[in-house]
């Protein structure tokens, strides 16, 4: 298309006048610029801006991420950009880069706006070469320091950028100390770091026909190409699917000058959290190495000493550092968790963000926080991620139970798991999923590439690392059961043993993690019911003073119900009477309904079927005690009930003394080719009419009973699969018609409703809303209508879905707003336009999903409902909603 | 609720002031009021205003009808105005309701806002009883008659309101007539009727055990409920079902003053097209007969004369006949449908409305009219019924084949067929819809009760009855091939013989049917295409002079494409890859390249495919030769492709040398749950990218070629199931890539869009819509998802709601445009706010349906795709739309 002229002038003249900012300096930033700057490089400019000593350096943006990556090449003026920064670096440090004499040497780290612990690379001591080496020695006079970083360099640099094996570098580092008969890297000459530094550039020419890059531009260039590339790697996408990451352009990457913990004994580095991270305790909380790079404590190798240590080390120091840690938590008003590094005798601080926290330490921190005056309720339970507090709502090891304890670890993070042992993450992956099994990752370390098996496995034990191993960050942000640092377990994955001592246990034992109390018991122990009381009590008080959603479970029993209701559930928001119907009692008679053959041999295993259901809602009004109780009508198609193998045929043709063909008669000709679209809900009622009316006489017998005995009953009867207003007004008369029947008994409260969950009744709500009571959204249902999957066959396409990033989220799991979510609002909009003020609801998965929840909060449902384990993550992202939607 | 008092005093005094009119006299009506008055009432009201003869009457309105059947009462103040209208009657007629001396006596017929022949209800001779029969005698002197109506009255009563069987009242009647010797009714004499009024109403006493009503008022009120209630009667209900009749309240219930033309010689009646509903002819066309009731003629019991006879029995009277049709038809502008009765030499009009016609005949009138300079051309086309033109392009018998005539009867509705004999409705559906075999009816006359099994014949045939009669106007109405008394056969149902003459035929012998001579020919005929040709043309050329919307067609062969663009199709609006893939020659590839287990031994028969793919398009760009060619990409799930059978799995093992294991695993990997919702269209292309690309080089290839042996070609290349944007874009990637891969070869022109059948591309239209090229609606599969239904398994519930009324229409034929119309609505709105000339199509079934092509002009589409047989239908809907839009 050809422009007109004036037009094109005008777009010349903009793209010459605005030129785009690429970089910035950490003093041009704050910490409202994440999505730019990404939470590390927004974290580094807030507190250079705020007077914490922080080594100076500069960010590149998130969009220049998001342009190479479309790209394959920098933005024009990125260049320029990049000169002009370092230059300002250069004389801020009084350095040059790559200086024969006093080289400037720079970090390059990753940052995105969300925090991807481990996920992202990082390089150090980049500008190294053979000639500012000798410049690094010459300035600080320790040639061994100035190897060991060269030879650090390499190996990150070779492994990170130009892709060699890490396992060649650490193999000829082992071979080097083996030669010269020393254990401790530490301890390998001056002469022999030289020697390994020439070792690891060989394997790289071998590796990748390249020669090692000696330009320090070309090194800088080359890695902060390399760091926006990992944001497309395999561990960063999985870390984001697993934790819903979505919506980003990439990661910033940030580089600063060096400073070394390296350099001797009065250099040092430590990470520390300002708070436990796993109580919530307001005790400071971290761990150190004197002599160490970063890298060194939290990759686990060697066990660090904890914070408290310090004080006895560097008083001075230490207590710079706790009143560093007081301004930052006072400023960002929330635990931070803090990279520090000592550089002869002068603290510097290299990140903060807000600290990843257990569940539990999460409520005590927002209380605590309540109770000193930072935070308000509201802003309170914002610091609590509500997804997060179901690692309380899980059972822990039974207190009396006989603890038979073969090791412990570090408590890296809470609850209890049991299970058989494996030793990869593959293993865990594979008996976890495909065979159901429970089982325990047991590994030396983690490392991202275990990410997969971690999420599979019930818990984690590692014989390495400390409190904020890889291990135990990924876990306690999981949500998951870990135990760290176990030296007391030899872990020898190859031969797939666990060696406690004498004991050696295989991939047939089951053991159970206390990752409380850091305690590895041998056997499978007893669970009990989790203590929701003190801040979890408050957390949740606060919750429901602020929240306007209801919140409502799906259950089915008066177990269900009980769990529920202790958990603060006001009503059942979908009791599926299916699930009755398998039970071992009834099954039997279900099949006889199905296998009659008219309405007359239907009536007396339907007759029997109305006792038992009775009973099962007898015990369910009981339970929940004059709460809102919705009943769904019988949903699934009848072919459900019918065996498929042929002994089973047989023996039900025994039962029912009918011939094995006239069995497999009824089972053909309710077989469908699409049974989710097939005769289920309504049509079910529609064409079986007895079926229905049989289900709403057991509710009423129930009711009436319950209320003659002194309780309240408020029954909603949910006629489920309607999309047509005629499909409702039919069945509807026939509940009405059942009902009827009782005449002067009928004691108890009901309304007829219907599910929502096939996109024509959204799109017709206005219509369903003249006849219905209530709505409940089945967004199970909804979302693979509008999408057009099923749930059991997407699995040939979804993960590749995922992979390529075509789906950000498993809509089954997150309701898709911008499908789903908008047929919701348009039912919403038309069934309220009908009736004002109507009942609506959301039941399924999504109602437990704290995302989800938010939309249901905006778009102004009455409430949602999930299992009773997830009635207080609802509460909680109901108040979350309320709070954020003001 | 409480009314706010004035809000209450409002309300009663509304109620007070506005008395509803629930019955109207002719006088107060007019041919606007259908809805109101149904359409004979309406008729009525119009004839009466403009001055021709119709006996005085009233119209109960269909709103009374409505609020009867739901209340099971009249309203309030409906009994006064019934008192008052009968009175007005009494007035103009000199005859008093009930009365000994001078009777007054009234017709009941039923009368819908759609016109339902032979569907409703009818009594004639109302008001008669012991006394007022007494009356009639002496008024008319002539007891035979009086007696004869009388013994009518009671057996229609009986019949239609009191539910006795009408057989009861033929045996009684067949039996009077045997013991006294006599062969036709009008041979019974005064007494012998008299004693047959006796007869029948013991019969009634018998069946009913409740008295014949005595009292006239009694009488009509039970009539007119009886009317009601026939609305829901299983006739009416098959008749609206099979006519798409829906949205109307009720019927109307004409009550009108009796004339009689079975009074004697000089009485008569009769019934008239305006001219020939078979051919189109201005020739004015009917039948009569002399000394008989409305009925008489209709029924087809004896076989009445033509029309131009009657100028010989009564020039007067046809003459003025001959003038009431000439004003009849100027003042509607369109053929009329006439009933009119002559008593005692004088002319009555009982009926006019505009009259069924065949389609050629429709098509014929309208070009008259036109050139009459009665309708403008835009007026013409409205009279033609969109639907009924498919029976003009459909096969007639090959002229050159020599025919074996057995019979002929007479042409009531044209068009051919040929079938296997049947002599019931019910053996035809069984036969027609279970087996699928093609059947002729084969009937001495036809009744109301045989409709489904007319709807399911090729054609029929009936022993007795004229032009006019229950089989012929049925027959037209439906397109449908019809000779109808055919006096050369006799037909022994319950023998299951046809005879004609020696001949003897019986349910295994085949005949054919000429509908326009009214030829039966025995065994198959050859058929040939027809002709559309002269005023088919014509209207045609109106049609395409005043559409907006493109006709394009769903052709996968270039035979297909002859055929379409013949009938003048645009364009392909879908052409479907896969039927090619089933050809027996590329099955075995297709096959080959699913059995593959990885991408390099699928390469070879994907190759192999490729180059039959591309003859294919070859073939199709060729017949096209430049008008846009839409090909679909493949959409069903691979497992379609394969065998299901042992044997057939067996030899597909040695075919491929692989074990029957190994095809078996792949079966059962492929198979799904919901196929429907599982991988296919572009969930198959992502998942198996080369599959598509192999199509894309097949389109590219063929339409070079084409190009450079000098034809245009214009391709648009369809992405199918695409329910978010990213699944397109990245298909689009993929097919652009391959596009690329020609570089300067491209020669042709082409587009990337998407087909919309998953309601999530709707919802995201504005997204999709910055991407794809043009969008095609596939309302097949939207209309599944949209109500969940599946059209392999709705088969168990679907009958179910179209009986009981919850489906008006079967959505899969006609577009729901509550439902699915909204979702299209809501697309195009998205779509064209992003994209303001974005392209949009529909194809499938609804695409030739005239309602649906009128929803999707007013929607704004571009065009509409259909079967190349429904292209003239398209065509002409496409042009009544844009007229009905103006």
């Known amino acids: 298309m050809i422009l007109s002229s004036s037009v094109a002038k005008a777009v010349k003249s ?62 024009d003026g990125f260049a320029e950009q990049l000169q002009e920064q370092l230059a300002v670096l250069e004389k801020k440090a009084g350095k040059k880069f790559g200086d024969k004499k006093n080289p400037l040497l720079v970090s390059v780290r990753s940052g995105a706006a969300a925090s991807m612990p481990g996920m992202m690379d990082t390089i150090l001591n980049l500008g190294l070469n053979d000639e500012t080496v000798e410049g690094l020695i010459e300035k600080n006079n320790n040639p061994r320091f100035a190897y060991d970083c060269y030879r650090r360099f390499v190996q990150m640099f ?24 020393v254990k401790a890297d530490t301890s390998l000459s001056e002469e022999k770091l030289k020697d390994l530094v020439g070792e690891y550039k060989k394997i790289v020419k071998n590796q990748t026909s390249e020669e090692f890059p000696e330009s320090p531009l070309e090194q800088l260039k080359l890695a902060i190409e390399a760091v926006f590339k990992s944001w497309w790697n395999d561990r960063a996408k999985t870390y984001r699917a697993i934790n819903g990451i979505t919506g980003l352009k990439g990661t910033a990457v940030n580089v600063q000058s060096m400073v070394f913990g390296n350099m001797g004994d009065d250099c040092g580095t430590g990470v520390a959290f300002t708070r436990n991270p796993a109580t919530g305790e307001k005790i400071f909380y971290g761990e150190f190495l004197m002599n160490a790079q970063g890298e060194d404590v939290v990759a686990g190798i060697r066990t660090p000493m904890p914070i408290s240590e310090l004080e006895k080390i560097n008083k001075s120091i230490y207590n710079e550092l706790i009143k560093i840690k007081d301004v930052l938590e006072n400023h960002y008003k929330d635990m931070q968790d803090i990279e520090f590094t000592i550089e002869k005798g002068k603290l510097f601080l290299l990140q903060t963000r807000n600290g990843k926290r257990t569940a539990k330490a999460a409520i005590n921190i927002a209380c605590n926080m309540v109770d000193e005056g930072l935070l ?38 809470p609850g209890a798991a049991c299970g058989k042992i494996v ?27 275990d990410i997969h098996g971690m999420n599979s496995a019930q818990g984690i034990l590692t014989s390495r690392g400390g409190m904020t191993s890889h291990a135990a960050v990924v ?124 309405e007359e041999s239907r009536s007396k295993p339907l007759k029997e079927l109305q006792k038992f259901q009775k009973k099962d809602f007898v015990g369910i009004f009981k339970e929940m005690d004059g709460r809102p109780v919705l009943i769904r009508l019988l949903d699934p198609p009848l072919h459900e009930f019918l065996p498929t193998q042929e002994s089973q045929i047989k023996e039900l043709a025994d039962d029912f003394n009918v011939s094995i063909e006239d069995i497999k008669d009824v089972i053909s000709k309710l077989h469908e080719i699409n049974p989710m679209l097939g005769r289920r809900g309504c049509r079910l009622g529609i064409t079986i009419p007895e079926l229905y009316a049989m289900q709403v006489r057991a509710i009423s017998d129930a009711a009436i009973e319950v209320v003659n005995k002194g309780q309240e009953v408020n029954v909603e009867i949910e006629i489920p699969l309607v999309g047509e207003v005629k499909e409702f007004t039919y069945m509807k008369k026939i509940v009405q018609d059942v009902i009827k029947e009782y005449g002067d008994k009928v004691n108890f409260n009901y309304k007829i409703g219907t599910m929502i969950e096939v996109p024509r009744a959204c799109l017709t709500a206005d219509e369903l809303a003249k006849e219905a009571d209530f709505f409940s959204f089945g967004t199970n249902d909804l979302t693979q209508l509008t999408y057009g999957y099923s749930r059991d066959d997407s699995g040939s396409f979804i993960p590749k879905y995922l992979e390529l990033g075509i789906l950000e989220k498993d809509p089954t799991a997150t309701i898709d707003k911008n499908g789903v979510g908008k047929l919701m609002q348009i039912c ?25 929840i938010e939309f249901c909060h905006r778009i102004g449902l009455n409430y949602v409902s999930c299992s009773p384990y997830r009635v207080p993550i609802a509460k909680l992202a109901a108040a979350q909603a309320a709070v954020m939607g003001k």
């Open 828 to 852: 919403v909009e038309l069934g309220r336009r009908t009736k004002k003020d109507l009942d609506i609801g959301i039941c399924g998965e999504h109602g437990g999903d704290p995302s989800s």
């Open 423 to 449: 030793f990869t993450a593959d293993d865990a992956m594979q008996l976890a999923t495909e065979k159901g099994e429970k089982v325990i990752l047991v590994r030396k370390e983690t490392s991202p590439e």
């Open 14 to 75: 903009h793209s010459e006048t605005t030129e785009n900012k690429y970089i910035y300096a950490f003093e041009d930033g704050n910490k409202n610029m994440k999505d730019l700057l990404g939470g590390k490089g927004a974290d580094l400019a807030e507190m250079t801006n705020i007077g914490i000593p922080v080594p100076s350096g500069f960010t590149i943006t998130t969009e220049v991420c998001d342009l190479f990556l479309r790209e394959k090449n920098y933005p």
């Open 376 to 413: 308000t309720e509201e802003e309170a339970i914002l610091k609590i991620d509500a997804k997060s507090i179901s690692q309380l709502l899980h059972p822990q090891i039974k207190k009396s139970a006989e603890r038979n304890v073969i090791a412990k670890g570090l408590p890296a993070s």
């Open 158 to 181: 070779g492994d990170v950028v130009m892709g060699v094996s890490p396992d060649l570098f650490e193999e000829a580092l082992e071979k080097m100390k083996e030669e010269n008969n």
């Open 475 to 598: 876990c306690r942000g999981m949500g998951k059961c870990c135990i760290a640092g176990c030296a007391d377990i030899i872990v020898n994955a190859s031969a797939k043993k666990l060696i406690i001592g004498d004991l050696v246990l295989t991939e047939e034992d089951v053991i159970t993690l206390d990752g409380s109390t850091g305690e590895i018991i041998l056997g499978e122990m007893e669970m009990q019911e989790p203590q929701l009381t003190g801040n979890f009590k408050r957390v949740m008080e606060f919750s429901d003073k602020i929240r306007k959603l209801k919140i409502r479970t799906n259950a089915d029993t008066p177990k269900d119900c009980k769990v529920a209701v202790e958990f603060g559930a006001e009503g059942i928001g979908l009791c599926r009477t299916e699930h009755m119907f398998f039970e071992e009692d009834r099954i039997h008679l279900v099949r006889q309904m199905i296998i009659a053959k008219d």
